[in-house]
Structures are given as C-alpha cells and as structure tokens.
C-alpha cells in the first residue's frame, strides 16, 4: 500500500513563501513521475508541478517562476518550494505519483491526504 504524507502547509501572508514535503512510503524511483496537485474551493484540480523519474520538471503556467518542485530520492521525498505567494494559490495540495504514466498525463493512480495552503491579501 503506497501511502503519500504531506506537510508543510499553513497561513502566509501574500509575498509569502512556504515549502510542501512529500514523504512517499516506498522508493521514489519505483514512479516514473510525481507531482503536486491543489484544488480550490469551487474549482477543479489542476496539476501544478510534476517531476519525472529522469529528473525532467513539468509545471502549470500559473507558477511557472514561483513554484520549484524538487526531490531527494535517499529520503523518498518530493518537495514544492513556492515562493511570491498569490491569494490565488490558496488551496489543497496533495502530492501524487504514478508508475507508469507520463508527465503531463495527470489522472495519478497515488494520493496523499492533502495539505491547506491559505495566501492572505
């Protein structure tokens, strides 16, 4: 049973940055991508940023310069670093891998619970 535990979350002001963990219950090279999703209230799940097994990063336009995802595969860890925080960023963001699918196929088969990430004005 694959289990995604996410931490890292919390209150920012605008400006603001904050660093999201992933801590994956196996290898992380047993994936052939990770990545984070967020979802607001009201809104869909969008996939925000994506790391492959290869090391290759795929990220959404809307953090593209602000948001890094990054990985230490000893301690089976993947990481979103967000800086310039927006009041629009506020949202759940869970972590999530697959074995098999691609980079920007989203739809991953593994989730993490979820951690609330809220950007004040």
């Known amino acids: 049973q694959v289990q995604l535990v996410e931490s890292g979350g919390g209150l920012v002001q605008a400006g603001g940055s904050l660093r999201l963990s992933c801590a994956a219950s196996?290898?992380?090279?047993?994936?052939?991508?990770m990545g984070w999703y967020r979802q607001a209230p009201g809104k869909q799940r969008e996939l925000v940023a994506g790391?492959?097994?290869?090391?290759?990063?795929n990220y959404a336009n809307s953090v593209k310069g602000r948001f890094t995802i990054s990985r230490d595969i000893a301690k089976n860890m993947v990481y979103l670093e967000m800086n310039s925080l927006k009041p629009e960023d506020t949202a759940v963001y869970y972590c999530?891998?697959?074995?098999?699918?691609?980079?920007?196929?989203?739809?991953?088969?593994?989730w993490g619970q979820g951690t609330q990430v809220t950007v004040s004005s």
């Open positions: 196996e290898s992380i090279f047993r994936f052939n991508v």
């Open positions: 999530t891998a697959d074995r098999y699918k691609g980079l920007v196929s989203g739809n991953y088969d593994y």
């Open positions: 790391i492959a097994r290869g090391g290759t990063t």
